[in-house]
């Protein structure tokens, strides 16, 4: 759900950026789910991601009309870790 999200604000930063006459290449997203990139970059539909509500399916175009590429990082070295896991260290931190 999140790597759909994020889908969706860099297609339309990459569509606004069009408009404005640049005209990007595909977009590199990074995530931490193999999961989920697997799922992106394999567009099949199986008995096991049924379950997966429709609109969610839409990364999978994007990733096959080469609006975004999704690319693997480790969760110790994902930046966007910062704002959530460290948050959580303060919390416990402010507590005692």
């Not at 408009?19 to 970059?41: R, T």
């Not at 110790?76 to 919390?91: Q, S």
Request: hydrophobic share 40%; charged share 15%; proline share 4%.
């Amino acid at each position: 759900m999140a790597l759909s999200d994020c889908a969706c604000q860099v297609i339309w930063i990459k569509q606004m950026f069009g408009k404005l006459g640049y005209n990007l290449k595909s977009i590199p997203i990074c995530g931490n789910n193999q999961g989920s990139i697997f799922m992106a970059n394999n567009p099949i539909t199986e008995r096991h991601t049924k379950h997966i509500p429709i609109h969610y399916h839409f990364v999978c175009d994007a990733v096959t009309d080469q609006h975004i590429e999704i690319f693997y990082i480790e969760g110790t070295d994902n930046p966007a870790d910062m704002f959530t896991k460290n948050l959580r260290y303060i919390c416990q931190i402010r507590a005692m």
